[in-house]
């Protein structure tokens, strides 16, 4: 999907994603120490803000234009800082080592994209700070709900986990979790996302 599509559909009065944080990003930084935080794919900025409400100096990037519009009023009412930038995640990577945590939340990429935007992320994170990826995982296309139907967009613990370990870190955790949504008719369900958190080791 292009910058365009997102435009697009972030071309709306109201917010398509939530004002209140993920919750897995609440419950995965709860441990740590607020320092330099950078949520790539930020799209609307919740996650950032939220960031920047517990004391992080949180960023967010994007590719985007309309969505980073829309995360730079939300910090405005919400009467926090954050910078939001424009950049595509595939061909950019934020200052080496330079953030204590660096997030990446659904972003919907097939390989060798995903690949290439994980990796870059990566990059950012300084020596023992944390990397946190959660994204739609592709058995929810079997047992779960929402999220892309296309499993070339979905991620796997696995392959993430592999990834992130061979790019310089200890895993943490590395699992699937589970989200109570409601359907359009009204039922709860269950989607499934893959969590992966892992601390860059020391380089030798
Ligand atoms: C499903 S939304 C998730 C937004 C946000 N992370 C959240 O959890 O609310 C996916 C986001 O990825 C962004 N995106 C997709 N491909 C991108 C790329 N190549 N570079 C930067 N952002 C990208 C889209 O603009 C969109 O904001």
Known sequence: MTDAFWDERY???E???SETPNQFLVSETADLTPGRALDVACG??????????QGWTA???DFSAV???????????RGVVVGFELHDSTTWAPPARSFDLVCVFYLQLPEPERSAALVNAMAGVAVGGTVL????????LAHGVGGPQSADVLYSVDEVADLVRSSGFDLVKAHQVFREVRTPSGETARAIDTLVRAVRRKEA
Do not use: F, P, Y
Request: aromatic share 6%.
């Open 133 to 140: 990826i959660v994204a739609h995982d592709v058995d929810n």
């Open 15 to 17: 917010l398509i994603w």
């Open 67 to 77: 969505g980073l519009e829309k995360a730079r009023a939300l910090a405005g009412q």
């Open 59 to 61: 960023s967010g990037t």
């Open 44 to 53: 609307e900025g919740h996650n950032a803000i939220w960031l920047a409400e």
């Open 11 to 13: 071309r709306t009065a």
